[in-house]
């Protein structure tokens, strides 16, 4: 009930003075959860209503579901309008697409050998572009070839051509839906089997059946990973971080889709959990407490965000505490990717009439 009323009232609350936000969550009183379903709006700075005019003054209740307006003052990091916190709650929806979060009990290997981190690493300046996802929870795609493409560049010689990878090729080919998302495990096993170019399979934000429009030949310019690794030790996954991106994953919370620059931090309880996401993780800092989170929301979203005193719209400076536990470490592979195994034809017809005659 309560989403559908925000549904119809949608437009002209997100039109009133300081809002930045609005969705469905419980109401809070004196600082605790009254469990009672509630429009939450989110603003910039609660004003009183005399100094509010009159079109701009919140309602304490709409069609019978009562309101609650929660001012976003972050002290670390500036909310305001962005291109995610513009879209209808039904959208906003779509930009998650971990379909199940990763326990720390399921991790599979860890990492031996590595020397002690150095305390701050950037990769950002060899990152591909930032892309947007759009429509459809296809993260658990974006943040691995994010940080797939980031190392191959590292990788490679200076001056060479940045590759590019197929993010429908790789998460439609591993049983992902737009609305359903995916799991991070079943996407970087897809991967060792072979991606394609991004230009050989283009994004669409909507279904694609796996294959379905790849160009001929596919494979001859496709990457693979030879495996993947799953890293849980804070001190082991900085060590990591100084030469290479990481996978990650995280809970966001309402007031991320908010985020313009600084170091991020949620709010609170009063700032609910909306999704499970997939991002990627292109280096820390030991001095300032962050991490350096490449999104696939475009450039609308953090578009203030500055890294070591570089412009980086579409990144964010997140608190470690945010993310989880886990990270995934790609290893990379020059192998050649197979022919796929050519579609057998189908039988041919028996022919009953000569069985009938003995032939």
Not at 15 to 27: A, C, D, E, F, Y
Not at 89 to 109: C, D, M, N, T, V
Request: aromatic fraction near 6%; charge should be neutral; glycine fraction near 8%.
């Amino acid at each position: 009930m309560s989403q559908d009323v925000l549904n119809r009232h949608w437009e002209d609350l997100k039109k009133r003075q300081n809002v930045l936000n609005v969705g469905v969550s419980t109401k809070w009183k004196n600082g605790k959860d009254t469990g009672i379903p509630s429009i939450t709006i989110y603003v910039s700075k609660k004003m009183p209503a005399a100094e509010l005019a009159a079109e701009h003054v919140l309602p304490s209740e709409i069609e019978g579901v009562p309101t609650d307006v929660i001012e976003f003052a972050p002290t670390s990091w500036k909310a305001g309008p962005t291109s995610v916190s513009d879209l209808h709650p039904e959208l906003q929806k779509r930009k998650f697409g971990l379909s199940e979060q990763p326990s720390p009990k399921a991790i599979r290997l860890t990492h031996a050998g590595l020397t002690a981190p150095s305390g701050a690493s950037d990769l950002t300046p060899m990152a591909t572009p930032i892309r947007d996802q759009e429509n459809c929870g296809i993260c658990t795609s974006e943040g691995p070839i994010g940080v797939w493409e980031t190392a191959i560049r590292l990788s490679q010689v200076i001056g060479a051509s940045p590759v590019l990878l197929s993010v429908a090729h790789l998460f439609f080919c591993s049983g992902g839906t737009c609305d359903g998302g995916n799991t991070v495990e079943a996407v970087l096993d897809q991967a060792t089997k072979g991606v394609c170019l991004e230009t050989c399979l283009p994004y669409q934000d909507s279904d694609q059946p796996c294959g379905q429009g790849i160009c001929k030949n596919w494979w001859l310019n496709a990457k693979k990973l030879a495996s993947w690794l799953s890293i849980t030790d804070p001190t082991e996954i900085r060590s990591l971080l100084d030469k290479m991106p990481l996978v990650a994953t995280m809970a966001v919370h309402q007031s991320w889709m908010n985020y313009i620059s600084g170091i991020y931090k949620n709010l609170g309880p009063s700032d609910p959990v909306v999704g499970y996401h997939c991002i990627g993780i292109l280096g820390y800092s030991d001095a300032k407490v962050y991490r350096i989170l490449r999104n696939s929301w475009g450039v609308g979203w953090a578009a203030g965000c500055v890294i070591n005193g570089i412009a980086r719209p579409g990144y964010c400076l997140i608190d470690p505490g945010e993310l989880d536990p886990g990270m995934y470490e790609l290893i990379l592979s020059n192998d050649p990717v197979p022919a796929p195994n050519p579609v057998p034809a189908p039988p041919k017809p028996k022919c009953w009439l000569l069985r009938l005659f003995g032939k």
